[in-house]
């Protein structure tokens, strides 16, 4: 394989959980060029810049994404909702919930 991945996304929607997503988070690694950005529809995803190339794109839950954080190497993202009282901490690379 060339390495990249390709996105995720539902059947029968859109990339975002809708026709149109709200940015309701973001964290970037400028050392690194990763971007983690999370919406008002529990989606979440990874992109590494300056392509803004899709790494990963899931949901967390139907409820707004509320804060979103890398680590100092980019490898951690830690994604939360208030509304539900839950974060999510995933090492992207390897997929490790």
Do not use: I
């Not at 149109?20 to 590494?48: K, M, P, S």
């Amino acid at each position: 394989g060339n390495g990249k991945r390709g996105k995720r996304h539902k059947r029968g929607g859109s990339l975002l959980g809708r026709a149109r997503a709200a940015v309701t988070a973001v964290d970037y690694r400028r050392r690194q060029r990763v971007l983690v950005c999370g919406f008002d529809t529990g989606v979440f995803g990874v992109w590494l810049m300056p392509e803004f190339n899709c790494v990963h794109v899931l949901s967390m839950s139907q409820h707004a994404v509320t804060s979103c954080a890398l680590n100092a190497t980019a490898r951690w993202a830690a994604v939360a909702s208030a509304t539900r009282g839950q974060v999510l901490v995933w090492e992207w690379q390897s997929e490790t919930y």
